[in-house]
Every structure is written in structure tokens, then in C-alpha cells.
């Protein structure tokens, strides 16, 4: 099975910077996506940002210019760095990890999550 553990989200003030850490263990393909997700309250679970083993980077508009999504593949973690932090980035964020496998010749993606932490953007 695979785990994700998320550190670094908290209470920062508007304007401030958070950068958030998940590092991934267990069994992992060698082609995956990892990436963040954010849910606030009375909102579905959105994508925020996610990038592929080979660094391909996909971002919600409404983080582009401001977060910062890099992996380490050698230690299997996913970074979010998180800066000019507005009120309405408050929500809890997920990482995910997909995994690509190929079972009886056929492609096929594992989704895993992890616990989710929460950022608060407040003065």
C-alpha cells in the first residue's frame, strides 16, 4: 500500500508564505503524478496544483503566478510552495498520489490520499 505524509500547513497572515511538504512511501510506479488539492468548507475538493515524475506541471488560475508546485523523486515528495497568500486560499489541502500500473496488459490508475492539512490565511 502506499502512504502520504503532509507537513507545513498552519496559520499565516495575508500576503504571508507556507510551503507544504508530502512524502510518499510504500509501493510507487514509476510513472505517477503527485499534486495538491484543496477542499473549504461548503466548496468541492479542488485541483491546485500537480506534476508527473518527468515534470510536467498543471495549475489552477487562481494560484498561477503565486504557488509553486517541485518533486524529489529520489525521496518521493512533493513540495507547495505557497506565497502572496489571500484569505481565500483557507481551505484543507490533500496530496494525492496516482499511480500508472499495468495489470493483465491493461493501463491502470491507483488513486491514493493523504490525510490533508489545513492552511489558514488570516490577520
Known amino acids: 500500500q502506499v502512504q502520504l505524509v503532509e507537513s507545513g500547513g498552519g496559520l499565516v497572515q495575508p500576503g504571508g508564505s507556507l510551503r507544504l511538504s508530502c512524502a510518499a512511501s510504500?509501493?510507487?510506479?514509476?510513472?505517477?503524478?503527485m499534486g495538491w488539492y484543496r477542499q473549504a468548507p461548503g466548496e468541492e475538493r479542488e485541483l491546485v496544483a500537480a506534476?508527473?515524475?518527468?515534470?510536467?506541471?498543471n495549475y489552477a488560475d487562481s494560484v498561477k503566478g503565486r504557488f509553486t508546485i517541485s518533486r524529489d523523486n529520489a525521496k518521493n515528495t512533493v513540495y507547495l510552495q505557497m506565497s502572496s497568500l489571500k484569505p481565500e486560499d483557507t481551505a484543507v489541502y490533500y496530496c494525492?498520489?496516482?499511480?500508472?500500473?499495468?495489470?493483465?496488459?491493461?493501463?491502470?490508475?491507483?488513486?491514493?490520499w493523504g490525510q490533508g492539512t489545513q492552511v489558514t490565511v488570516s490577520s
Open positions: 494525492k498520489l496516482q499511480n500508472l500500473r499495468i495489470v493483465a496488459e491493461a493501463r491502470r490508475f491507483y488513486d491514493y
Open positions: 510504500g509501493i510507487i510506479s514509476n510513472i505517477n503524478t
Open positions: 506534476m508527473t515524475n518527468s515534470g510536467t506541471t
